[in-house]
């Protein structure tokens, strides 16, 4: 059964004063939304009189002309210059390198680590974000002290920002720390929320982000979001424990995020961590969601291997090997346009692709990973009508939209440097 909506008895649009747009049943209300970015929220009776066409004096039109829903009253270059700018003509280049300086009982060498770091320095953007990932960060060391401190000196090489990101759960010292935040590391604690929270815990070190996995055990959201405020995290992104991204599970995450979502909301005048999600998808460019192959992210396995993705890693390492696209120090970053496995995931991306995407009301700030598709349904494209990628971000997206014009999470979305 398809999740878009369908609205018994809508009147036929007239379609010299309605501009194209999708909508969907939301909290009571109706979600519209048009692929430049407009979006709007009516009752279903302001929906049905929008339809019909409204008059010169209907106070609705204040609302739905600068958003682009009025076809008489449709800036068309503007809506042009809109879609451009949030369309994959304007992607700059992945937005992250993830580098697993461990995985699968292997480890990154010295040479592995610079010609990974060369490699991110080699794709194109504005600036270079690279997370350095290892469960136990103090087994990798001098990985991490070398890539760090390479990085940075390749940015002042090359002129260009960076952003540096250890994605760890352990193997952290203060001295180490100190090392961190000398050179401007951010710190992403991994924890894994399989119960309730211990508000006397502290973590196993200082970080400013979390990946909080959540598992069929978890209690208390809204005692999370507050243990998080505690520890001063900038941001954190819960996600389904491993095993978890399920029919069964995706419902059981829903309902726990839905409560983690309300306290955030609730204490919106107090500081607390930012919601990833809402950072990735409000801003409505695709290659913002984590996990997008090659759009959002290219990852590097322990020997230096480029991959489409994270998950991209372990279709590699499996029955996929296509999804390795080469090696750091042999590739070239525009060989990547011509690599079969890079190509399909890009193709399998575009929502204009996806039949059920592309009428979707979140078309313009969503896309499913390719390789999630792949490792759960056997296929890049995936089955979007069972599919538990979909399942997962079109209910993080309803909890996010159905409160987006109250007073306090508009509040917390100016906060997270989120256009309204």
């Known amino acids: 059964m398809s999740r878009l909506t369908i609205l018994a008895g809508l009147p036929p649009a007239d379609t010299a004063r309605v501009g194209p747009h999708s909508y969907r049943r939301l909290a009571g209300r109706v979600l519209i939304a048009n692929e430049w970015g407009g979006r709007a929220m009516l009752t279903e009776a302001e929906y049905?009189?929008?339809?019909?066409?409204?008059?010169?004096?209907?106070?609705?039109r204040a609302k739905l002309e600068p958003q682009g829903f009025l076809r008489g009253a449709l800036d068309l270059d503007d809506a042009a210059f809109r879609?451009?700018?949030?369309?994959?003509?304007?992607?700059?280049?992945?937005?992250?390198?993830?580098?697993?300086l461990e995985r699968a009982g292997k480890t990154m060498d010295l040479d592995a680590a610079r010609r990974c770091v060369d490699f991110a320095f080699d794709a194109p953007g504005p600036q270079v974000t690279i997370e350095l990932v290892a469960?136990?960060?103090?087994?990798?060391?001098?990985?991490?002290?070398?890539?760090?401190?390479?990085?940075?000196?390749?940015?002042?090489?090359?002129r260009r920002p960076l952003f540096l990101i250890l994605r760890a759960s352990a193997g952290v010292t203060p001295e180490r720390v100190e090392f961190l935040r000398g050179?401007?590391?951010?710190?992403r604690l991994t924890l894994a929320l399989d119960g309730p929270p211990d508000l006397a815990s502290r973590p196993a070190f200082a970080a400013q982000r979390a990946l909080g996995a959540v598992g069929a055990g978890a209690k208390d959201p809204a005692g999370w979001a507050d243990l998080f405020s505690a520890w001063g995290l900038e941001s954190a992104r819960l996600f389904p424990a491993p095993g978890r991204l399920t029919a069964a599970g995706v419902p059981a995450f829903l309902r726990f995020y839905e409560g983690y979502l309300d306290r955030l909301v609730e204490r919106a005048e107090e500081n607390g961590p930012a919601e990833e999600?809402?950072?990735?998808?409000?801003?409505?460019?695709?290659?913002?969601?984590?996990?997008?192959d090659v759009l959002e992210v290219l990852a590097y396995s322990p020997d230096g291997g480029v991959h489409t993705s994270e998950d991209g890693v372990a279709l590699a390492e499996g029955a996929w090997?296509?999804?390795?696209?080469?090696?750091?120090g042999k590739l070239r970053y525009e060989d990547i346009a011509a690599n079969a496995a890079a190509r399909a995931c890009l193709t399998a991306s575009a929502s204009d692709n996806q039949p059920q995407c592309s009428q979707c009301v979140y078309k313009s700030c969503c896309v499913a990973p390719p390789s999630a598709n792949l490792l759960l349904q056997g296929s890049v494209w995936g089955d979007m009508v069972s599919s538990p990628v979909c399942a997962l971000h079109m209910g993080i997206l309803d909890r996010l939209f159905a409160r987006l014009d109250g007073e306090k999470m508009s509040l917390l979305t100016g906060k997270w440097g989120i256009a309204p």
């Open 277 to 292: 999600w809402a950072l990735a998808f409000l801003n409505r460019m695709a290659w913002n969601v984590p996990g997008a």
């Open 48 to 60: 049905r009189r929008y339809l019909a066409g409204l008059g010169e004096s209907d106070p609705l």
């Open 83 to 100: 879609l451009a700018e949030r369309g994959l003509a304007a992607w700059g280049g992945p937005s992250s390198h993830v580098l697993f």
């Open 321 to 328: 090997p296509a999804f390795r696209l080469g090696d750091a």
């Open 135 to 158: 469960a136990d960060a103090g087994a990798v060391w001098p990985a991490v002290w070398f890539a760090v401190q390479y990085a940075r000196r390749r940015a002042q090489w090359a």
């Open 183 to 187: 050179h401007g590391v951010t710190r």
